[in-house]
């Protein structure tokens, strides 16, 4: 599938927040990064290989993905502080607009991500993903800092 027509819209979307979108632009097609404040937003545009088993769809074609992802703050070693910050994790994802947070425990990472089919999403669609995680990065990033002592991960001069 030609997934240009998306790529256009995203990149729209960007131009509205006052982001060059040819900066924002990765090696790879369908990959952007852009800056909000001192948190690093990747968005991606992609079409999966494969079907796999986490696909609530059934269709005989691989779906197109747009993704937005925000690495938020280190997580504790501490196993108790670890628990505790993992239940109010669970906690924040309730409440949160556009995303909810994921862990990789081998690169001991917090990240929020937002997912959804390309299909349909037009620039407003992009656009509220992009504010809402960059909002939300920077601000549980200050407060789980200051909470757990944990390093909150911050763009890379």
Known sequence: MDLQNHYDVLEDALQTLNIDPETARCEGKGQWLIQRGDVELYIDI???????????????DVIPIFQVV????????????????????????????????????????????????????????????????GYYAENLGNFFAKKYGVKKFEKIE
């Open 70 to 133: 925000a690495p938020v703050c280190s997580i504790p070693d501490n196993a108790a502080d670890l628990t505790r910050f993992m239940e109010e994790l669970l906690y924040v994802n309730h409440h949160m607009f556009y995303g909810s947070f994921t862990v990789n425990r081998q690169e001991k990472m917090a990240a929020i991500g937002y997912k959804r089919l390309v299909e349909g999403c037009n620039r407003v669609e992009m656009i509220e993903p992009i504010e809402a995680l």
């Open 46 to 60: 992609w079409q999966p290989q494969e079907h796999n088993q986490w696909e609530y769809f059934n269709e005989d």
